[in-house]
């Protein structure tokens, strides 16, 4: 009885923190979210302007208030406007029309392409000279769909209606055009896909 009293506690306490947790995460905005996968602390509005002072985040904070507006109201067309200006500037090529999952990371300023049409999942990495694109004919037409926790390493293409699945490393300069599914590591050209656990452990930090 005595150890079935102790189980019980400790699940509760668990349940507890897990709830608190759940309460506490309602209450952050998508960009302190995102924000927060770069420090693993919660920023104040001033302190997210601030850290705008890098590109990559400063990207983040305006992809996500077009996002936030209405294509067609008046703050939608005023950001977008924004937005369009900085991408030029920074040479990031990712739209509003993105469906980005909260937690969102870019590891570096430089060039990234992705289509409207991608779906990104949550705590995902993306890093430089990265491209997500649209494969126009084949057995893979359309567009890939990413899921949680997956880290996209420097120069590598992602083609083709595929599913990547969750907890996901693709090394660099990797050609993708095939399903992957959860728990894998990506390497080389032609793409081969290894079964890991752990594959993103410690490449993906302060996950919401």
Same mark, same amino acid.
């Given at each position: ?8 506690? @400790? ?12 309460? $506490?995460?309602?209450? +952050? !905005?998508?960009? @302190? ?9 919660? $920023?104040?509005? =001033?302190?997210? /302007? %601030? ?13 996500? +208030?077009? &996002?936030?507006?209405?294509? +067609? ?5 005023? /950001? ?6 900085? @991408?030029?500037?920074? *040479? ?8 980005? =999952? ?6 570096? /300023? ?10 990104? *999942? ?5 890093? &430089? =000279? ?17 899921? #949680? ?6 120069? %590598?293409?992602?083609?083709? +209606?595929?599913?990547?699945?969750? #907890? ?9 055009? !095939? ?8 390497? =080389? ?9 752990? %594959? ?9």
């Amino acid at each position: 009885m005595l150890i079935k009293q102790i189980f019980f506690n @400790q699940q509760n306490l668990l349940n507890q923190r897990e709830f608190l947790y759940i309460c $506490l995460m309602s209450e +952050k !905005t998508i960009i @302190q979210k995102d924000f927060y996968r770069e420090s693993g602390k919660w $920023l104040s509005t =001033g302190e997210i /302007w %601030a850290k705008c002072i890098n590109p990559n985040l400063h990207y983040i904070y305006l992809l996500r +208030k077009c &996002q936030q507006h209405s294509k +067609k109201s008046v703050l939608g067309i005023f /950001w977008r406007f924004v937005l369009r200006h900085h @991408q030029i500037k920074y *040479g990031f090529q990712i739209y509003p029309e993105t469906q980005i =999952g909260e937690g969102f990371y870019l590891g570096h /300023w430089g060039t990234v392409v992705i289509n409207p049409k991608v779906k990104i *999942g949550k705590n995902c990495n993306i890093m &430089q =000279g990265v491209t997500i694109a649209q494969a126009n004919r084949g057995k893979h037409e359309g567009v890939p769909e990413i899921g #949680n926790e997956v880290w996209i390493g420097t120069n %590598a293409v992602i083609v083709g +209606k595929i599913k990547v699945g969750n #907890n996901v490393l693709i090394a660099p300069n990797v050609y993708l055009n !095939t399903d992957v599914p959860d728990n894998s590591v990506v390497v =080389g050209n032609p793409a081969q896909i290894i079964s890991k656990p752990n %594959a993103t452990e410690d490449y993906i930090n302060h996950k919401v």
